[in-house]
């Protein structure tokens, strides 16, 4: 963590990493950085960041997935389902540098959520933070990383800054976690891969200023469609993946007036459009200050300022 009175960008520390970016490649993106710097860094003149959170959806979807979430001292990535290489290229291509990451946080160890966690841990000494069964289900994909940090899903811990509430969701992996992620006062919900809402997850997501929030699939579009029978039957079920009307039907019980945003995310590219998905589950929006948008797989989200 950066001091108060030295600038700043998305949580920059004082460290050696072991390949850190070449000046060409800082030059380049030196105009990209500078307007993101200035809403995310602290000035000697500031108390504070300009914004309580920043989030920018780098992927989202089966071929990968990751979340970045800075309060302008404290930047953590919330999985790393692409290339090492992809997850810098898309980060730089929004004015974000790798090596300004404290951690990475894994929600499950399928590989559309882990592809590029070792090789990030190992490129900018990043510790993972991951739950005992995930680490385990992980191990052979992972290798090496620069620390492990055991997590539980129920126990709240801290990133430096960032306070973390992993609970669990279910899905077919050994130990899936949704997070909320709170700073000053602000809340993150993000569950991007869960066959039911559980009574605990709504819980859990109440009261939060954005939710990133699975709309995978659009139910007739998945009976319909070429996937096999198990693997449709797999979708649907309590360890699967949310559909709209599921994602719609959450939305309605937990949203309220102070939500700022909603993401939804991890849509299928078979069996989902981004525009059913906003049909659908813009159904349940009934406070108009409520932005309703869609993740994609192929590109980053602009990004996203919560105060």
Not at 70 to 88: H, K, M, P, W
Not at 183 to 196: A, R
Not at 197 to 217: D, F, P, Q, R, W
Request: glycine share 8%.
């Amino acid at each position: 963590m950066k001091p108060i009175g030295i600038p700043a960008v998305s949580g920059i520390r004082d460290r050696k990493v072991s390949t850190p970016l070449k000046s060409p490649k800082r030059s380049a993106i030196q105009a990209q950085r500078s307007s993101n710097a200035v809403l995310l860094k602290r000035s000697a003149h500031q108390t504070g960041p300009a914004y309580n959170l920043s989030i920018c959806i780098l992927a989202s979807g089966s071929r990968g997935n990751a979340i970045f979430v800075s309060d302008g001292l404290t930047s953590i990535l919330v999985d790393a389902g692409l290339s090492g290489i992809e997850i810098e290229r898309r980060m730089q291509s929004k004015g974000l540098c790798p090596e300004d990451l404290d951690a990475i946080l894994v929600s499950h160890e399928h590989t559309d959520h882990i592809q590029g966690v070792g090789v990030l841990s190992r490129r900018f000494n990043l510790p993972v933070y991951i739950s005992p069964g995930t680490k385990k289900a992980a191990a052979s994909h992972l290798g090496d990383v620069c620390d492990f940090k055991r997590f539980e899903c129920g126990t709240t811990f801290q990133i430096e800054n960032l306070t973390i509430h992993p609970f669990s969701v279910s899905h077919d992996a050994q130990d899936p976690a949704g997070f909320t992620i709170f700073q000053n006062g602000t809340k993150v919900g993000i569950t991007t891969d869960l066959g039911i809402a559980t009574a605990m997850v709504k819980e859990h997501l109440k009261g939060c200023s954005l939710l990133i929030l699975e709309a995978n699939h659009d139910l007739a579009m998945l009976i319909d469609g070429p996937y096999p029978w198990p693997v449709k039957q797999r979708i649907r079920s309590r360890a699967g993946h949310l559909s709209n009307e599921a994602s719609k039907n959450l939305l309605k019980e937990i949203q309220h007036e102070r939500l700022q945003h909603v993401v939804l995310a991890h849509l299928s590219e078979t069996n989902n459009t981004p525009q059913k998905a906003l049909d659908e589950v813009g159904r349940a929006l009934i406070h108009p200050n409520t932005k309703l948008d869609v993740a994609k797989q192929d590109e980053c989200s602009a990004l996203i300022h919560l105060k």
